[in-house]
């Protein structure tokens, strides 16, 4: 994760946020036009997360049931006035993106596909999202109706040749997706956290909750092809999953949805 040393946090913080600010190096750790992201250098470290209003309420939601069953950072503030703030702690480790683990492509992939495959084999039942599924199906048809088809992550768009295309497909298998496991949401590498190879936990949680694990399985295979550069780790993502719960079609609809931001 990149950190780049700045003067200053660029916004004003509640006072009960100055305990872990005053006093300590500030790093902007942004990766995302969407929201801010701020490493601040103190004690263990810190987190702090500035979005839209609003906008991080979920994710807060989402993180804080993680960090419950052990797979989450601790959440040391949350508010939301004039912008969202969401203070956390570091997590141990670093995430996928770090060198050492690109470095190993074969035991990354095979990392990240076990534990995802664990992840889905968690109870659910106390999760705060119990319908992910539906926000998504929501989603998907809104940023259709208002053009959002977004190819700039997938350049051969998957095979579809229009947005018309896409949403055909989407629109006839949408029905077929399930609310059965819990979902991170966006299972990208930087999302991923390790600790010398052994999972510390999940970060960016704002799209998890319960919904098909194809969704999860999609972002998998296309991180490995996107950070590793190569699309060699496909078939061996899938296999160390387990070819059992994967269904190749599902894949080919989730992708219709994802080319719709």
């Not at 991080?56 to 959440?75: C, D, P, V």
């Not at 993106?97 to 990392?111: F, I, M, N, S």
């Not at 999202?129 to 539906?134: F, G, L, N």
């Not at 999302?191 to 936990?201: A, E, T, V």
Request: net charge negative; with cysteine; glycine share 8%.
């Amino acid at each position: 994760m990149k950190r780049t040393l700045i003067d200053s946090l660029p916004l004003a913080l509640p006072h009960e946020f100055d305990k872990f600010i005053v006093g300590a190096k500030i790093f902007d750790s942004s990766c995302s036009p969407e929201a801010r992201v701020y490493y601040i250098e103190s004690d263990g470290g810190y987190y702090l997360k500035t979005a839209p209003k609003g906008t991080l309420l979920r994710e807060a939601q989402m993180t804080e049931y993680f960090h419950s069953i052990g797979l989450g950072a601790e959440i040391l503030g949350y508010c939301s006035g004039d912008v969202d703030l969401l203070l956390t702690s570091r997590m141990r480790g670093e995430d996928c993106t770090h060198a050492d683990y690109l470095a190993d492509g074969k035991r990354l992939c095979d990392t990240i596909a076990t534990e995802l495959r664990r992840l889905h084999e968690l109870d659910f039942s106390d999760c705060p999202v119990q319908d992910r599924i539906s926000e998504y199906i929501t989603t998907v048809e809104a940023n259709y109706r208002t053009g959002n088809y977004d190819t700039s992550h997938f350049p051969d768009s998957f095979g579809y040749t229009s947005a018309e295309d896409a949403m055909l497909v989407f629109k006839d298998g949408s029905s077929r997706l399930r609310r059965d496991v819990l979902l991170h949401g966006d299972y990208c590498l930087p999302n991923i956290m390790l600790d010398n190879w052994r999972l510390s936990g999940f970060i960016d949680l704002g799209n998890g909750g319960v919904g098909d694990r194809h969704i999860d399985i999609f972002w998998g295979v296309w991180t490995l092809g996107f950070n590793l550069r190569t699309d060699a780790y496909r078939d061996r993502f899938l296999d160390a999953y387990g070819r059992d719960k994967v269904d190749e079609e599902m894949l080919r609809i989730v992708a219709a949805a994802e080319v719709f931001g």
